[in-house]
């Protein structure tokens, strides 16, 4: 079936610097991707709607200033997280869209120290 | 987008067969369901999706009275691997903004 890969799995950063998470979809285009965040014990909150070749949309109460989103390609959304604080650490998800399907991606911890 | 409510957690044996029932009250025409299963530190897998009456795959099955307003999942026989959190979604045709709700954990004991 399609495939949806996150990189890092995990990573640890530094409190004030930025960090960047990829999803591709490995093989099929995605015109768009979805961005999740999860903490621990508590469901996936949608986060942003990305849209290759367009500024993607942000839901209600997320910061597109801090939590930066590129679709430069069918293939690849990215997720920067700038000036991270402790309270950004959580699991990140993306999910992408194909015809009639949408698949998600293995998540990516974020541990901000 | 119709919000969904589902039992918080539920504790099974193995070898029983699990009923999880969600309710969607405020369902619309071009809504259908979907539920997924999500592990720990993985994202979520597809398990089924419907719209009406019963539908059944290798791992589940699926069913939604005439009215939609809820639906049960049912794991046949399930082992201690089947303990994860089970999401109930309704999602409008055409679009693909998920929207998780609570979730089921569900424990699975030997």
């Known amino acids: 079936g399609a495939v949806v890969s996150q990189h890092p799995s995990w990573v640890i950063c530094k409190s004030g610097t930025s960090v960047k998470i990829e999803c591709r979809s490995l093989?099929?285009?995605?015109?768009?991707m979805f961005w999740y965040r999860q903490f621990p014990k508590q469901s996936l909150m949608l986060m942003a709607t990305?849209?290759?070749?367009?500024?993607?949309?942000?839901e209600q109460g997320v910061e597109k200033d801090k939590f930066l989103i590129n679709h430069a390609s069918l293939t690849l959304s990215t997720l920067t997280v700038t000036s991270a604080h402790p309270e950004d650490s959580s699991f990140y998800i993306c999910?992408?869209?194909?015809?009639?399907?949408?698949?998600f991606g293995e998540g990516s911890w974020l541990t901000v120290v | 987008l119709a919000k969904t409510t589902q039992p918080i957690s539920m504790d099974s044996y193995e070898g029983q067969e699990v009923n999880i029932t969600c309710s969607h009250n405020n369902i619309a025409t071009n809504d259908y369901i979907t539920w997924y299963q999500q592990f720990p530190s993985q994202g979520p897998r597809f398990i089924i999706q419907g719209y009406k009456t019963k539908v059944t795959n290798e791992v589940a099955s699926l069913f939604i009275p005439a009215d939609r307003k809820s639906s049960t999942l049912s794991l046949p026989r399930v082992s201690l691997s089947d303990t994860a959190v089970y999401y109930c979604?309704?999602?409008?045709?055409?679009?693909?903004?998920?929207?998780f709700g609570t979730g089921t954990r569900l424990k699975v004991l030997a």
């Open positions: 093989d099929f285009q995605a015109t768009t």
């Open positions: 990305s849209n290759e070749g367009s500024k993607a949309t942000y």
């Open positions: 999910s992408a869209r194909t015809t009639g399907n949408i698949y």
């Open positions: 979604l309704v999602v409008t045709s055409g679009t693909y903004k998920y929207i």
